[in-house]
């Protein structure tokens, strides 16, 4: 089945640091999306690629994605102690109507 | 600025009694959603809905689980039964278009179910 998931399960980086996470999924998408949840919160959308896309750019965070890989990363660059979050991939299947999640990776961002 | 809002924020019940989660989508928002998410582990989609009808629902989302939307703003999930197992983070979302058209979904602050 259809699965988005984190690599790593948990980060811890230094302030000012640049954040890399990676996201692998298994069958074809419409588009693959980035979502924020701080703990126990709501879950914040934060960027989207679309499978025709390789790059996008939204502020500090820029997303890639490879179809032929099935890989995408979320890079979030100079990375303040705010960002300490879960940030989950998800993926749109093709039909449009299912949103596939990912298990997430912990980041922690040490003042 | 618009937002999804769920009520209640946590609800207790006991194991076989009926619970209704609601939702109030984001107003011109015409697909509604609905997942769950179990303590420490992913956010797992349960059900879509467009035009009164489900779109598509997942293996979890069975003869237990219904949705309606009952009027103009609200969306709800109804358990009929509840299980332990249910016991999770329920979050409601809405878009404008299809997510397949649309660049986002916007979710609520979800609703914590404990079935003891």
């Known amino acids: 089945s259809q699965q988005g998931e984190e690599d790593p399960q948990a980060l811890s980086i230094q302030e000012g640091e640049n954040a890399t996470m990676n996201c692998s999924y298994k069958t074809s998408i419409n588009n693959l999306q980035w979502y924020r949840q701080n703990s126990g919160r709501g879950l914040v959308h934060l960027i989207l690629i679309r499978s025709n896309e390789r790059e996008k750019h939204s502020g500090r965070l820029r997303v890639t994605l490879d179809t032929s890989k099935k890989s995408s990363s979320l890079l979030i660059t100079a990375s303040r102690a705010a960002d300490t979050a879960s940030y989950f991939c998800a993926t749109l299947n093709t039909g449009g109507f299912k949103t596939i999640f990912g298990a997430g990776t912990r980041l922690f961002v040490k003042a | ?116």
Not at chain 2, 19 to 36: A, E
Not at chain 2, 74 to 99: G, P, V
Request: hydrophobic share 35%; with cysteine; proline share 4%.
């Open chain 2, 1 to 116: 600025e618009p937002e999804v809002t769920q009520t209640p924020s946590h609800q207790v019940t006991q194991m076989g009694q009926e619970v209704i989660l609601r939702c109030v989508p984001i107003s011109n928002h015409l697909y509604f959603y609905w997942y769950r998410q179990i303590l420490g582990q992913k956010v797992e989609f349960l059900v879509s809905f467009y035009n009164n009808e489900i779109s598509e629902k997942s293996e979890i989302f069975d003869d237990q689980f219904s949705v309606e939307r009952p009027d103009g703003s609200n969306f709800t999930l109804k358990i009929r039964s509840t299980k332990l197992e249910d016991s999770a983070m329920y979050f409601c979302a809405s878009s404008e278009l299809a997510l397949g058209i649309t660049d986002t979904q916007y979710f609520g602050p979800g609703t914590r179910l404990t079935v003891l």
